[in-house]
């Protein structure tokens, strides 16, 4: 016996589940099938984001800030404390209540639209039928008139560093350290090496994060990134670039990384490694034979720019298709396959997906680079203001950084925004909503912004790109 459906999702993580809700208001009938086992064993929707990757690092994140911006600040507010503490079996609890009721809230989300929610492992069979395995190991065939592949990605790992889950870890490992390690290693200063090297760093762990390339956040706006290493080294963070990891002995001391820099061959002891080299897309036992679905020589599925792959009527969206791996990013292909599938219009912005690293002071960027924009040969503008200029920044206790501005000369359109700073994950939502709408500097500049907030940065840096700024001398 088969079960039919209008549309099968493989995958609940931030791409399919959303893709589901949305095909279930569409008034179609959905099935969302996933397979993620929480370390007691347990199913829970959510996939990396919410379960391993988004929301357990920003519950971290959160209470490592309050904790290091308690030891560095309160008293310049006349704050006077006792000797501070950190209790890490408290922070992980937190933590772990804030992921529960972030994954429970799927299961009550699909019952409130209808979604048909399986546990369970999904496989597409040829002619759109999909094999759902339940924890049981009872199978059942599904036929969908359209499937959509959510199955999103799993860290990569480093042959010659090779997991072993207690003391050389992916990011879900180090996301549940119960100790702070005395000394950490990080290979790779990309955003959860970043992330991740300032939670344990804030709470006393000696961290060394080691980076291949040697430039610094490269896919970044390089002002920003300059900016950013100066704070993150001033924190301790121990940010080694050109440092290519070869090898790792254990021994009495600890585990000892081998890396090579351009003075030759190094070494740094360590008791943890959290090894963040990027992650790949995933796709075990996904796809049986004849299904039409074409993989590309990194494991991607391939996709067109609404995300159909080469198989009629079956979809991939997420961070198993190509593109930047972040979960807002697959929310907004999952909803638009949702509404394709429906017959209705939609697309996503591919132009402007903003990116965030969580870390104090907060990176966020959107659009082009100065240096992605320079390489057009457009004339173009550049207005920026600093934080340190800004009442309410100040008042704050969070001067450091600044809000950059790149425009056409031309026709003035916003290029790119570039906000290094407290909440410039938050801030930056202004200049995409402004670049989704191919504002330009006038229309920012014409824009009233409350007084005092830290979006006058972005005010600010938008008539700078005029020498029109008031609250700092123009140049
Ligand atoms: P996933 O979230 O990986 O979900 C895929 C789901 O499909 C999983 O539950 C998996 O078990 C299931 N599945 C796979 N194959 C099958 C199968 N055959 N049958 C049934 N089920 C299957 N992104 C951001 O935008 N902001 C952040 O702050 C952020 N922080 C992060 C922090 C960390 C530590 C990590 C690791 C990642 C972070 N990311 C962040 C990236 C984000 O988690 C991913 O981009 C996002 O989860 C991708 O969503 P997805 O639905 O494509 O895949
Ligand atoms: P990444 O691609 O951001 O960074 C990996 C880094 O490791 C690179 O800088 C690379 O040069 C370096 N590297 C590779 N091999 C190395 C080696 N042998 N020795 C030293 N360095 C090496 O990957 P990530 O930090 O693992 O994150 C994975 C994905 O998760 C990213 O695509 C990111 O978008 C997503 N993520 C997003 C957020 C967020 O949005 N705030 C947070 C965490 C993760």
């Known amino acids: 016996m088969s079960d039919q459906y209008d549309v099968v999702v493989i995958g609940a993580g931030p791409a399919g589940y959303p893709c589901a809700i949305r095909a279930a208001q569409n008034k179609l009938k959905v099935a969302c099938i996933d397979e993620w086992k929480n370390l007691d064993g347990s199913y829970a929707y959510g996939g990396t984001c919410l379960n391993a990757g988004c929301i357990p690092s920003k519950a971290l994140l959160e209470s490592t800030e309050l904790f290091h911006r308690a030891q560095t600040e309160f008293s310049a507010h006349g704050i006077k404390v006792g000797e501070l503490g950190f209790d890490v079996a408290t922070m992980q609890k ?49 036929v969908a008139k359209h499937v959509v592949i959510a199955s999103g990605s799993v860290p990569m790992e480093l042959k010659s560093v090779p997991f072993d889950g207690k003391t050389v870890v992916d990011s879900w490992g180090a996301l549940e350290f119960d100790a702070v390690p005395k000394r950490l290693g990080v290979i790779g200063a990309g955003v959860i090496g970043l992330e991740l090297g300032s939670v344990w760093r804030r709470i006393g762990a000696e961290v060394v994060v080691l ?206 925004v570039h906000i290094i700073g407290a909440m410039a994950g938050e801030l930056i939502a202004e200049a995409v909503l402004a670049m989704e709408y191919s504002a330009s500097t006038e229309d920012l500049q014409r824009t009233i912004h409350a007084h005092p907030t830290l979006s006058e940065a972005l005010h600010e840096a938008a008539l700078a790109a005029d020498k029109r700024a008031i609250d700092f001398p123009n140049r």
């Not at 979604?115 to 040829?126: D, E, F, K």
Request: net charge neutral; with cysteine.
């Open 94 to 142: 937190r933590k772990a209540q804030i992921v529960k009721a972030s994954t429970q809230g799927i299961t009550g989300l699909f019952k409130a639209a209808g979604v048909t929610g399986l546990q369970g492992h999904g496989r597409l069979l040829s002619g759109n039928r999909v094999e759902y395995t339940a924890a049981d190991g009872a199978k059942k065939e599904l």
């Open 211 to 416: 980076e291949a390339l040697e430039q610094f956040l490269f896919m970044a706006d390089q002002q920003l990134a300059k900016e950013a290493l100066k704070h993150f080294k001033k924190q301790g963070l121990d940010i080694r670039l050109g440092a290519k990891v070869d090898g790792l002995d254990r021994g009495k001391d600890g585990l000892t990384l081998k890396y090579t820099d351009t003075s030759g061959s190094k070494t740094v002891t360590v008791d943890k490694v959290v090894v963040a080299i990027g992650r790949r897309p995933y796709g075990k036992d996904l796809l049986g034979d004849g299904t039409g679905v074409e993989i590309d020589e990194r494991g991607f599925v391939k996709v067109d720019h609404e995300c159909r792959t080469s198989a009629a009527q079956v979809w991939a969206v997420g961070d198993v298709v190509r593109g930047p791996m972040l979960a807002h990013k697959g929310k907004e292909e999952g909803v638009m396959v949702a509404d394709l599938i429906a017959g209705l219009v939609s697309e996503v912005n591919y132009k402007v997906i903003p990116s965030v690293i969580y870390t104090a002071p907060e990176i966020a960027w959107v659009g082009s680079t100065e240096e992605e924009v320079e390489k057009t040969g457009r004339p173009y503008k550049v207005g920026s203001f600093p934080f340190m200029a800004s009442g309410r920044a100040r008042a704050m206790e969070a001067p450091a950084g600044f809000a950059k501005i790149i425009a056409a000369v031309d026709d003035d359109e916003i290029l790119g």
